[in-house]
């Protein structure tokens, strides 16, 4: 990256948004896409927001009785024949080894698409008793699905990391608190981590993961109005217990089938995070995931040069000690307009600037990445006030993207008014729905939207009393939505 | 695991060692086979000391300016092919995948067996100046290499873990520094971490990484005589760098080739691990990778049972509190006995027995994992006491692990001596070497035996002046071993 001229983003977010976030995504050092259709190249700064959510997730989970394992990358296909739906939900989009060095397999490996087909039947062999019950595995690795989509780095990739949870509990009840655990954290590093309100809900049935009983998920809009599933958590029942056989003695040796879950999140959470808060000078990113928080910037003349960069290093430490990430660019070789635009574009939350005013009046000046909102505040309690401010950084972030969101749920009582407000503003329409899978496709067709979810609350009244698209009697309310 | 009686290793380490190791590995809750042969399922109790093994070598890592990034798991075949030893080198042992859902690839994919091939035509997209130089990257992954040998967890399997680093740097010394940097580490994660001690050298040209100019290796002894190469550090030279057109511009705008290197450890350390410090009673680990470094073993008669479990609960507390990794088994349904085997099979490194005397006499009781050595202590200051032990517990280990190693080197003059040593002692022999790959031939084809290092210093004089198999001119000294 040695010449300045490339570096900023050219394309608007608002008017070719799709362009946009793959100059960002490029740009700001993220990702590459790779030699083969559907792949990238995670590169450093992007892989080290993905450790973060990581680090996030993986503590909760270990505080709530999680244990990560690791199961094998392929999965023998008769394996995954064994629960019906897994391979008629997933048969297309596997892919698979056939040959070993010089030699043909006897049998295709399909290599893992999710890996509840090769899990079962271990928890089935580890399992005996309700003693060994609940258990709950985890594992962080990539999967294949060979999609014959268009590459969107991190929202739409053949392979794509993630992890996987899978549990095995004794009751339905068990189970289903289980699966809404889980979902309460997906929930939490939308809002608490990523700065992303999201709306939690349950896919409708003909949407639903190969097998499961009940998929959940929470749902993050876009600016560009559509919807992303940003992570789901399934209550399987018993059916991938009954096809691998995993059974447990209850307390009165009877035996019993266990009920199981599966629940992940993949590095689309970095699609939706990116897409959401960056703009036109590039990455924006909330101090909570950005591997470098604070950076500062001095200001000098050769005169001054030695008196500002002490004074700049000295911040810097205060800061480190307070436990925050800074980086001090001290360059000589790029002017400090230069180095604002880099870390812009970089998704720094917060920049310090250090001039001869600041030296002399013992201050510095703080500036917001979002939005530009400048402070000058004092050297004494530097670190105290930074970290407000990160924390104001943070807030704006979230009550921007939670301000989008509320203004984007609309209603509809007609097929038609689905379509015209879908059409006319993107974003969510809610509608009465009879439940029949039928009364998606006109939708569907006509404007590619889809039911992307009905609220959690399974008792609560529908919006309307009749289906918005056949007029017979509404059961639940349907979110109709464009997903990524 | 419901049983007694299948709970204890049935094997003996001396006279079993394979047998005895693989009941280890399932017993100690670490592994189980998958289906597909020379495959595992790695379980939380294994799975957590490589998340250790993995916390202590990427925080050393980052501390060195490396960054973590992720490249995709398959290479398309043209890419294998640009780098001619690699190719020839991995060409027998790669994975393919053929078909991607219903259709046949217009190319062939393989599995990673190992990234340079997909890292090095990005690093040279990336590298354009100086001052882009040096760059460090890492990834931890799977990788698969279809060998066709028998399934040993952690030591030999078609998928393993590891971490692989591909740097690049302007010139020889600073690629070389860099290799020497890494090596420095994995001798410093297998002896302060793993309690090993390990032989630093360099492989024969004649079994180098393919394509490298030069590669390091650290050897650990097995307590069987073999030895294990422990992790390997590479110097690449500039033969990828040219395959993959990585150049920079030097200071005076000419373009240069770039020095690569390329450094992994794989799990196969937790094998090593496991081989050596464990026994016929099961697994031993050392407190700095024990997923519990202390378990507390209350006890009780039905008269004492509160008082005594009072007490229990406050000494987990302290050492809790001491930041200590700590169970309390206070369950109802096990005897003590019980007790003591089944933590001595999965390796708890030091047992805390809390009885009525020591109840009385404000005393607790340590026990010590590898050797049984008990000392009654006072509750006061338990935590430094227990933290003292541990450390002791880590000595021990590694003591023993170190009087095995220097016990087994030997010196030999003549092939006839080389293989009479290595037949009757196993362990390392010593000997002159004119440096011939042809000078192993007779000693690999007699007793499967190789040439597995030769010490790091090359001006070191020769052990003998002559080689011990052809009789020519010793060029330097070979350690011949047989090897995992």
New interface residues.
Partial sequence: ??DGQDLGITESKEYATGEWYAEVVQKAGLA?Y???GG??????R???I??RIQDYLDGWFKDTGV????????I?ES?LEREKDVVEGF????????????DELEER?A?RPTSES?IA??MA??V??H??LPLR?NQW??V?R?E?TETKPFFRT??F?WQEGHTAHATQEEAWAEAMTRLDQYERVYEDVLALPVLRGRKPEHDKFPGAHTTTTVEALMPDGKTVQGATSHYLGTSFAEAFDLTYADIDEEERTAHTTSWGLSWRAMGALIMTHSDDQGLVLPPTLAPTQVVIVPIWQEENRAKIIEYAEAVESTLTDAGLRVDLDDRENRNPGFKYNEWELKGVPLRVEVGPDEVEDREVTLVHRPDGERATVDRDGVAPTTEDHLDTVFAKLYADAEETLEGEIREAGSREEILGTIGKHGGYVKAGWCGEAACEEPVKEAIAAEIVMVPEDRDAEPVHEECAVCGNDAEETAYFAKSY
């Fill in positions: 990256m040695t590459d790779a030699p083969m792949f990238i190249v995670t590169r450093p992007g892989y080290a993905w450790e244990q990560n394992a690791y199961f094998p990358l392929f023998p394996y048969d297309p989009e596997v892919a698979w080894v056939t040959h070993g060095g010089y490996l290599v090769i039947p271990f062999q580890w005996r008793s003693r060994d595995l690795c990539s294949v060979w014959a053949k392979e990391l």
